[in-house]
């Protein structure tokens, strides 16, 4: 086992900050991606750089990243209770367009917001759609093994036979067990969840399949277990997402997943907290009243600045937002970047004496990603008499490494090649996942 003992994540499970020890010579990492019935919002896109900064900083401590990202566009219905229409359906519904062209809109909308916030792409980017077979088979595992059970409207994973479902989220069983009696067709316990939904009697869905058990769709949280453990193996490094998949998704995953294998799931579980919106600023998808990079481009505001936004908060505290924290963000930013620009004009030679401030700053970044700490110690480094112009733009390179601010600027040509090599980057890890990414349009995507 490859020792980085620099690393140190806080672990969901364990519920404390812990050294990272990764299972062989690369960290695998696997992250939620987005439901893509609609735009992600700003909320949304926190979680992204959150999991973008993790990335980097572990690739910066000298360890190389297998990163998978799944695209959901089919299953996840608009209940996390199995309940309701599926997201896909409703986004259909609501534009007049059919499930799959919606699914294409919103990953290309998806992928332009990550490039514009300078999100690298992940090693492989993996569609629900494209992975139905590998799906069905790990639900095929888990009934051979008497995981499951059918009722009327699918197979559902039986959470009863597990002592201890739900210990990532703490769940409790105690006052939410289901009732002596149950009605026919009604699942056995309130925390069994879907494995596959049949589709209605006498209705075609867009998105459907045959199955051993009948024609339906998977459910949200098996596409996550199976494309994890396909692409990355049956014990991950990390698994990332937001808070609100601990309860309920997450818990669903490590059930199926480790009754399929046998084996640990997942070593660090790491997740994003939640973004608060404040001076009547809405972030609800549902009801499509929200923000996106978009609307930050449209009224000239630096997409970058909401990064920087991001780095005030630490990952595991949610995060305020408003527009006056925003232009101070925006203001931040400028002043950053003349300072740099002012650090070049100096010009002058290298010392040597940045390469233990950017251990320093590196090492800051290890510690659970204290992107708050590293901004002041960003700031303390440029203000220092010690180090020269060459050795402080030597240290602003390091950390803007991670930080992805374009701390130095680019010129025209420089942030087209940028745009290029980005694109590309998502197209290739799309492909890695058995699809063709379209043309991604970057500021024209429609909103």
Known sequence: MADHPTLRFHDTMAGAVRPFEPIGTEATLYSCGPTVYHHAH???MRTYVFVDT????????????KHVMNITDVGHLV???????????????????????????????????CETLNISAPT??????DHIGQQIAMIEALEAKGYTYRIADGIYFDTEKLDDYGTLGGYKREGQRAGARVAEGEKRAPTDFALWKFSAEGVQRQMEWPSPWG????????????????????????????IDHIPIHHANEIAQSECCSGETFVNYWMHGAFMEAS?????????????????????GIDPLAFRLLCFRTHYRKNMKFSWKLLDDSVTALRRLRLRVAGLAEEGGE??????????EGIATL???????????????????????????????????SVLQLNLRGRDRDADADQARASTAAWASAAAAGGHELGNVIRAEVAV
Not at 54 to 65: C, D, N, Q, S, Y
Request: glycine letters at 8%; one cysteine or more.
């Open 124 to 129: 492989i980017l993996c569609r629900a759609t």
């Open 366 to 400: 290890a510690d659970d990603l204290a992107l708050p700490k590293t901004l002041v110690f960003l700031q303390t480094q440029l203000k220092s008499k010690v180090l020269s112009p060459a050795d402080k733009l030597a240290v602003v390179d390091a950390l803007d």
């Open 42 to 44: 700003l909320g949304n």
């Open 215 to 242: 024609v339906g769709f998977p459910g949200w949280h098996i596409e996550c277990s199976a494309m994890a453990q396909h692409y990355l193996g049956e014990t991950i490094d990390i698994h990332t997402g937001g």
């Open 54 to 65: 993790l990335k980097r900083v572990t690739e910066a401590a000298g360890l190389p990243v």
């Open 350 to 359: 290298e010392t040597g004496a940045a390469e233990p401030v950017i251990a």
């Open 279 to 299: 001076e009547g600023v809405k972030m609800a998808k549902s009801s499509g009243d929200f923000l996106t990079i978009f609307d930050l481009v449209e009224k």
């Open 79 to 113: 209940s996390d209770a199995d309940d309701g229409e599926d997201k896909m359906e409703v986004g259909a519904a609501r534009e007049g367009l059919d499930a799959w062209a919606i699914a294409e809109r919103y990953e290309q909308s998806f992928v332009a917001q």
